[in-house]
């Protein structure tokens, strides 16, 4: 009932910089939190980042000062500017909606994932 897209990700050097974007699609009223996980050959799936619909943030601590989470509401968008890149931050990123509120009901979503490099 809900989709969430992505897009952004890719392979970039050590120090670079990437911007990934989700699309929330399905008949949404509203959308309360939203946030990029990532995981890592052989890791666990960890939070990176979440912000809530007013704007609060909460970053993983490998990932704070380096990285900003953002959204456009109208857009029903989430973004995850990533800067300063390192090598131990490639993973497959995903996207996450635990609750949108929609014409049929509240149901949560994940994207489909992108990969994100960083490698010379």
């Known amino acids: 009932q809900v989709q969430l897209v992505e897009s952004g990700g890719g392979l970039v050097q050590p120090g670079g910089s990437l911007r990934l974007s989700c699309t929330a699609s399905g008949s949404i009223l509203s959308i309360n939190v939203m946030g990029w996980y990532r995981q890592a050959p052989g890791r666990e799936r960890e939070l990176v980042a979440s912000i809530t619909r007013a704007g609060s943030t909460n970053y993983v601590d490998s990932v704070k000062g380096r990285f900003t989470i953002s959204r456009d509401n109208a857009k029903n968008t989430v973004y995850l500017r990533m800067n300063s890149l390192k090598p131990e931050d490639t993973a497959v990123y995903y996207c996450?909606?635990?609750?949108?509120?929609?014409?049929?009901?509240?149901?949560?979503?994940w994207g489909q994932g992108t990969q994100v490099t960083v490698s010379s």
């Open positions: 996450n909606a635990p609750q949108v509120v929609t014409t049929r009901g509240v149901f949560g979503s």
